[in-house]
Nanobody
Framework: QVQLVESGGGLVQPGESLTLSCAAS????????MGWYRQAPGKQRELVAT???????NFADSVKGRFTISRDNAKNTVYLQMNSLKPEDTAVYYC????????WGQGTQVTVSS
């Protein structure tokens, strides 16, 4: 069983930045895809960004140009750098690891408010 531990959420003002981290508890068979999804109150969970073990990335249109995703395969960790945050980015952000199996983190709250 793989556990994903997220960190870095919090309360920020519009225009500010935040970095989320997600570490897997052990090495995971490759190839795999790690990524971030988010769920705002009353809405469905949606993709934010993903990155494969080979480094290919995919972003939701709403975050392109503002968010970047990266990973450290040696540390089994994925990062989400969020810049120019907007109130509509407010949500619980979930880390995901997809390989032979599908794993989810417990979620971390990101609130963007003045």
């Amino acid at each position: 069983q793989v556990q994903l531990v997220e960190s870095g959420g919090g309360l920020v003002q519009p225009g500010e930045s935040l970095t989320l981290s997600c570490a897997a508890s052990r090495n995971v068979f490759r190839p795999n895809t790690m990524g971030w999804y988010r769920q705002a109150p009353g809405k469905q969970r949606e993709l934010v960004a993903t990155i494969t073990s080979g480094g290919s990335t995919n972003f939701a249109d709403s975050v392109k140009g503002r968010f970047t995703i990266s990973r450290d395969n040696a540390k089994n960790t994925v990062y989400l750098q969020m810049n120019s945050l907007k109130p509509e980015d407010t949500a619980v952000y979930y880390c995901n690891l997809r390989g032979l199996f599908d794993y989810w983190g417990q979620g971390t709250q990101v609130t963007v408010s003045s």
